[in-house]
């Protein structure tokens, strides 16, 4: 079974400050991980992946995240807020190896840049 | 980059009616398309697994007769909710996953179809 946990529904940041939305899993088997971004009445485009590569994953929009697997961590960050990043963020986690690939999802953390 | 559309975005039905929602993999093939349903300000929740040439997988508590699914081809997935009622309004989104992914298991999300019910 495996199973994320987002901490913190709602994350709000200055323009130009540091981005940290956390993302704890729970797996049996080593994982997949991945971060999403919503914007508001659209679907999900994802932002970065990890796949047993590099612990340190380099994502699309200057967002990145470490895989800490003595922490069961993957947290998401950026070092300088834009204000077009408010956006819903959803953690994610497949177990690797599986057949169909299916994700289960954070309850996501809501972001807010205030200018 | 790896495209999936969904139509409608929008829909508004009366209550009794049926819903079709299709779930296109515009630039590759998708053996397995998974649809998802999200409410206000809540996370996905996964309704089913569809697989392309069989009957879906329908996850716990998901009414099959309700939610009909049919992925006919390697392209297209869709979603039909039966007899709508004002409960099953939601934000529907559909995922793709390749036919080939050299085993990362990335899927593709839709826009996502937004469902109202009067």
């Known amino acids: 079974a495996q199973s994320v946990t987002q901490l913190g529904s709602h994350v709000s940041v200055s323009e130009g400050a540091l981005v940290l939305l956390r993302c704890n899993y729970s797996?049996?088997?080593?994982?997949?991980l991945f971060w999403y971004v919503q914007y508001p009445n659209q679907g999900l485009q994802l932002l970065l992946k990890?796949?047993?590569?590099?612990?340190l994953v380099k994502g699309i929009n200057g967002f990145e995240a470490e895989f800490k697997k003595s922490e069961t961590s993957f947290h998401l960050t950026k070092p300088s807020a834009h204000m077009s990043d408010a956006a819903e963020y959803f953690c994610a986690v497949s177990l690797s190896g599986g057949s169909n690939y299916k994700l289960t999802f954070g309850k996501g953390t809501l972001l807010t840049v205030n200018p | 980059g790896a495209v999936v559309s969904q139509h409608p975005s929008w829909v508004i039905c009366k209550s009794g009616t049926s819903v079709k929602i299709e779930c296109r993999s515009l630039d590759f093939q998708a053996t397995t398309m998974f649809w998802y349903r999200q409410f206000p300000k809540q996370s996905l929740m996964l309704m089913a697994t569809?697989?392309?040439?069989?009957?879906?997988?329908?996850e716990q508590g998901v009414e099959k007769d309700k939610f009909l699914i049919n992925h006919a081809s390697l392209t297209l997935s869709t979603l039909t909710v039966t007899s709508a009622h004002p409960e099953d309004s939601s934000f529907y989104i559909c995922?793709?996953?390749?036919?080939?992914?050299?085993?990362?298991?990335?899927?593709?999300f839709g826009e996502g179809s937004r469902l109202t019910v009067l």
């Open positions: 990890y796949t047993s590569a590099a612990t």
């Open positions: 569809s697989n392309e040439g069989s009957k879906a997988t329908y």
């Open positions: 995922s793709a996953r390749p036919l080939v992914t050299g085993g990362l298991g990335e899927l593709f």
């Open positions: 797996s049996s088997v080593p994982p997949y």
